[in-house]
Structures are given as C-alpha cells and as structure tokens.
C-alpha cells in the first residue's frame, strides 16, 4: 500500500517567517512530487513540483526532494498571512497512476 | 479561458435519489478525475480515465459511476448505494496518466439528507 504522510498541523508561524512543510512517503519507486495549496471551501490549486533530489526554487517557494530518505518538503520563505492555506503533498509511483495525496498540513501565519 | 468546470456549485438531494455532477474541461487533456474530499481529510480517488471509453476504479469506487463519451467530459454519478454522498467532489485533469500535473475544477460540494 502507497502512502503519502504529512503532519495535520496546524503550523503557525509569524509574518515574515520561514515555514517548512514535510511530506514522507513509503515506496523508493516514486517519480515525481506536487505541492497543492488549497484555501477553505477552495479546490486545489499547483504550488510547485519537483522530480529530481536537491532543491527547486520559485519566488518565495523552495522544494526539497531527498529520496534516499523518501521525503519531500516546501519551505515558504517570508510567510504572509495570504499563505494560511492548508498544502497538500502528491505523489505519483509509475505512469499511468494516478497521483496519491497526504491529508493535508494547515499553515496558519500571523500579522 | 482554457480551464476545468464543474456544475453545480452547490447540490442538494434527498437520501435514496441518485445525482449526476458534471465536469467540462477545454485543455485538451486525455487523463481526467475525480476526487472526494471530506472535512479534514486529504483527496481520495473515486475514478480515473486515460482516453474516451475508458476509465478506472480508484480506492473508493463504491456506489459511484462514472462515463468517458467524450474527451471533454467526465460526469460522475453519486447512486443510492453511496452510503455517505455529503461532501466536496472534485474533478481534475493532466495531460496524460501518470507524472503530470492536475488541475482541480472548483468542486461541487454535495449534501444529502
């Protein structure tokens, strides 16, 4: 069984501040890796995604992918209250799968 | 605007009927699905289809329906076999199966009582 894991939260953090988001999952197969933002009563919306270990940089998001250690993480860098969203991480095993998602960590910044 | 449409916003039905949610989309993706999302949960997998005519059950395909006529559309049937239909529905689409990016429409969040 496929899982993609992520702490539920809430994460707070303050204006300005860096806020890190990891994710696990339990097969070395993996291919690729999605970070979603997804507002209260909102659908999801594509943040970012990343395929090869190291780090994928864009605007105030950066991806981790580690996949030795089989995780992937979003840091937000100068958070602002705009960023309280709940982020999602995707992953996808092989082609023709579908993507399987975490639960979702909630990131409340404050002013 | 290229984009992904789902109709209704808003669906109220009473227990024992069975209700059809609409999901449009104009991006010229082959590979569509659907999603539902209940509060405080992540996204669980109803269906999936790769090309027209074809489709697959997901992790929790039970008393749900779904039909590929067209590469535009995906409509997703909710049946009175659904034992808990109230949630947010989502529907989404990539380009292909597999390593691609999806795209949400903005869901149909459903009540059944």
């Known amino acids: 069984q496929k899982e993609v894991e992520q702490n539920s939260g809430p994460l707070s953090v303050p204006e300005g501040a860096i806020a890190s988001l990891n994710c696990t999952y339990s097969?070395?197969?993996?291919?690729?890796f999605f970070w979603y933002r997804q507002y209260s009563g909102k659908s999801p919306e594509l943040i970012m995604f990343?395929?090869?270990?190291g780090d994928k940089e864009d605007g105030r998001f950066t991806a981790q992918l580690n996949k030795a250690s089989q995780y992937v993480s979003l840091l937000i860098r100068d958070s602002q209250p705009s960023d309280s969203a709940t982020y999602l991480c995707?992953?996808?095993?092989?082609?023709?799968?579908?993507?399987?998602f975490g639960k979702g960590t909630t990131l409340s910044v404050s002013s | 605007d290229g984009g992904i449409t789902q109709s209704p916003k808003y669906l109220f039905r009473k227990e024992g009927q069975n209700v059809t949610l609409s999901c449009e989309q104009n991006?010229?993706?082959?590979?569509m699905y659907w999603y539902r999302q209940d509060p405080g949960q992540g996204l669980r997998l109803i269906y999936y289809?790769?090309?027209?005519?074809?489709?697959q059950k997901g992790d929790i395909a039970e008393g749900y329906s779904v039909s590929r006529e067209k590469k535009e559309s995906f409509p997703l049937t909710v049946t009175s076999a659904q034992k808990n239909p109230t949630a947010f529905y989502l529907c989404?689409?990539?380009?292909?199966?597999?390593?691609?990016?999806?795209?949400f429409g903005p869901g149909t969040r459903l009540t059944v009582t």
């Open positions: 289809s790769q090309i027209v005519n074809d489709f």
């Open positions: 097969d070395r197969g993996s291919q690729s």
């Open positions: 989404a689409s990539s380009i292909d199966l597999g390593a691609f990016e999806q795209y």
């Open positions: 995707a992953v996808t095993w092989e082609a023709g799968t579908a993507l399987i």
């Open positions: 990343i395929y090869s270990n």
């Open positions: 991006l010229n993706h082959d590979a």
